[in-house]
């Protein structure tokens, strides 16, 4: 019984050191996609505009029920999320490096 599990950990050690890294998996392209349209100066448009939309839409709002106050909050984590992404990316550094 010895012998068989050595003999397997060492012919199955061959297969597992030639596998490849999951380069390349269906589901990274969509990913990225997303990825990019969350980052860019458009993105940075709309959630700005979300943000002062949905903060004025609180400060003049009166008397909103809790589902619509909800509702409102999380437009504005997910508008200060994406603006925070894109203002971000104005500091990181890409391209040429001197």
Avoid: D, H, R
Wanted: proline residues 3%; hydrophobic residues 55%; glycine residues 14%.
């Amino acid at each position: 019984m010895k012998k068989f599990i050595l003999l397997f950990l060492i012919l199955g050690l061959g297969y597992a050191l030639a596998s490849t890294t999951g380069a390349g998996l269906p589901w990274e392209s969509p990913l990225q996609t997303i990825k990019q349209s969350i980052s860019g100066p458009v993105a940075f448009v709309i959630s700005l505009l979300a943000l002062i939309g949905a903060g004025a839409g609180l400060i003049w709002g009166g008397e909103l029920s809790g589902f619509l106050k909800t509702l409102i909050y999380i437009v504005i984590i997910i508008a200060l999320v994406v603006g925070a992404n894109s203002f971000m990316s104005l500091f990181t550094t890409s391209g040429a490096l001197i």
